[in-house]
């Protein structure tokens, strides 16, 4: 894990971005408007190390993240600062806040709209690498990174790939960011395809 070759952590991330470029047409259709995704970045850390690489990790985010398990397991999270959760809001239902009578909508939005992501990248990757994962149920929070990671089943772990990018919508100033978290079983899995590819 201390030295995972550059080919291998291109191949990573362009698994990854394979992807994310899937769920940029189904995030066009969903918004209405144009949805530019930058190419990914990677990180081989500690989960407790993780909120360096993330964006301001002391201050409430909504967060949506799914766990998955099978070939190979992790978690992915979608995240939103609150002004950019509320533009989605607002593009996909036509109400600008959140408040107690539509919380239950605000919810399901912007857990659907993470589940749309998911499937599309996580989808990608399965079918390239020929492995079957299952997805846990979704996982919606308000609270800060810090608090979030603390509770992560994957605190323990030795190191993680963190595989990351921001997508926008930025004729409207929404921005979020994707986050694929790959274990060492994960790393190790994907590595073994890419090293048989490449022989």
Known sequence: MNHI????????????NIGVGRSAGSLNT???HHVSLRVPEIKICTVRELKKELPRPDLPFTVINQDYSGAFDGTA?????QESAEGLFLLMTGEEKKTQTNDELWQMTLTEIANIIVNAVMGSITNILGKKIEFHIPEYHEDSLDHILADSRFL???????VHTVFEVREKDISGKIAILLTKRSIETIA????EKMG
């Not at 070759?5 to 990854?16: F, H, N, R, T, Y």
């Not at 999270?77 to 600062?81: A, D, K, Q, T, Y």
């Open 30 to 32: 969903l918004t209405g």
């Open 156 to 162: 323990t772990e030795e190191q993680v790939a963190l």
């Open 77 to 81: 999270m979608l995240m939103f600062p």
């Open 5 to 16: 070759s550059q080919p291998v952590l291109d191949g990573m991330v362009e698994l990854v």
């Open 192 to 195: 073994e395809f890419i090293h």
